[in-house]
Nanobody, 122 residues
Framework: EVQLVESGGGLVQAGGSLRLSCAAS????????IGWFRQAPGKEREGVSC????????VYADSVKGRFAISVDKSKNMVYLQMNSLKPEDTAVYYC???????????????WGRGTQVTVSS
């Protein structure tokens, strides 16, 4: 069974940085895509970034392009999201995901974890 446990969120001022971590287990990194989603209060969950298996080019939502960076440490079964130049509109609960990538975005195939709250103050 796939398990995803997110951590690293917190309260940060606009312009600051955070690094989110996701401890992943129960799947093979080289077979599935991994990614991050977020859900702000009153809004639908949206894709932030994803990394297809065998693809060296991560994909980012336009709203975070140039500020966020996704990475994977296969030796530790960890997925990271480095977030720089944070903005108040980045405030959301962030979730790690495992699944497949389509032209329209990533489909999460794993049970959602609890997520980690990121709050950016202005």
């Amino acid at each position: 069974e796939v398990q995803l446990v997110e951590s690293g969120g917190g309260l940060v001022q606009a312009g600051g940085s955070l690094r989110l971590s996701c401890a992943a287990s129960g799947f093979t990194f080289d077979v599935y895509a991994i990614g991050w989603f977020r859900q702000a209060p009153g809004k639908e969950r949206e894709g932030v970034s994803c990394f297809s298996s065998g693809d060296s080019s991560p994909v980012y939502a336009d709203s975070v392009k140039g500020r966020f960076a996704i990475s994977v440490d296969k030796s530790k079964n960890m997925v990271y999201l480095q977030m720089n130049s944070l903005k108040p509109e980045d405030t959301a609960v962030y979730y790690c995901a495992v699944g497949t990538v389509f032209s329209t975005g990533m489909l999460n195939l794993a049970p959602w974890g609890r997520g980690t709250q990121v709050t950016v103050s202005s």
